[in-house]
T-cell receptor, first 112, second 110 residues
Framework: KQEVTQIPAALSVPEGENLVLNCSFT??????LQWFRQDPGKGLTSLLL?????REQTSGRLNASLDKSSGRSTLYIAASQPGDSATYLC???????????FGSGTRLLVRP | GAVVSQHPSRVICKSGTSVKIECRSL??????MFWYRQFPKQSLMLMAT?????????EQGVEKDKFLINHASLTLSTLTVTSAHPEDSSFYIC??????FGPGTRLTVL
């Protein structure tokens, strides 16, 4: 059974810092991996999607990497801003069914 | 971009009552929708897959008679929590593939 772990569970940083969020998974036979953002009491916004054959994806200040063999992914946020404060979720797809297996998330607070 | 709406956003009900949550795709058609549940400080867990024109499929451990799913049209799926109990209090989120999520419904059962 696939298990997804996110470390740290919570993170508080001053504005402007670069930071790394971690996601690990036990079964490396993934189809793809996504990073989502969840704002309090709201739905999810997809940030980056990495196919199993890819190593990384970038969008603006965000960069996600994937190392399937070691079962790890990282989300790098450059020059963090208070508006980045949210919960970040890592989610895996094991096949083309679109069903997602989520980690428990990292709650990020960026202090002004 | 594609938008998924949910109604209601919050609901409080008494134990033993039934609650219906609607999930709509606003500008596209969705033959499949997913229902997830999120308990406080826990990850989202897939409950069931809603299929237009056929029965929903449920994940292991999810009671199909308790969580009734109806995919009435290509733009509407409903989740009914029957005879709700306090342990059903949770955040319910629907999703339309490939990556569109509703804003969620906070259910509190007293």
């Amino acid at each position: 059974k696939q298990e997804v772990t996110q470390i740290p569970a919570a993170l508080s940083v001053p504005e402007g810092e670069n930071l790394v969020l971690n996601c690990s998974f036990t079964d490396s036979a993934i189809y793809n991996l996504q990073w989502f953002r969840q704002d309090p009491g709201k739905g999810l916004t997809s940030l980056l999607l990495i196919q199993s054959s890819q190593r990384e994806q970038t969008s603006g200040r965000l960069n996600a990497s994937l190392d399937k063999s070691s079962g790890r992914s990282t989300l790098y946020i450059a020059a963090s801003q208070p508006g980045d404060s949210a919960t970040y979720l890592c989610a895996l797809m094991m096949d083309s069914s679109y069903k997602l297996i989520f980690g428990s998330g990292t709650r990020l607070l960026v202090r002004p | 971009g594609a938008v998924v709406s949910q109604h209601p956003s919050r609901v409080i009900c008494k134990s033993g009552t039934s609650v219906k949550i609607e999930c709509r795709s606003l500008d596209f058609q969705a033959t499949t929708m997913f229902w997830y549940r999120q308990f406080p400080k826990q990850s989202l867990m897939l409950m069931a897959t809603s299929n237009e024109g056929s029965k929903a499929t449920y994940e292991q451990g999810v009671e199909k008679d308790k969580f009734l799913i109806n995919h009435a049209s290509l733009t509407l799926s409903t989740l009914t929590v029957t005879s709700a109990h306090p342990e059903d209090s949770s955040f319910y989120i629907c999703s339309a593939p490939p990556k569109y999520f509703g804003p969620g419904t906070r259910l509190t059962v007293l």
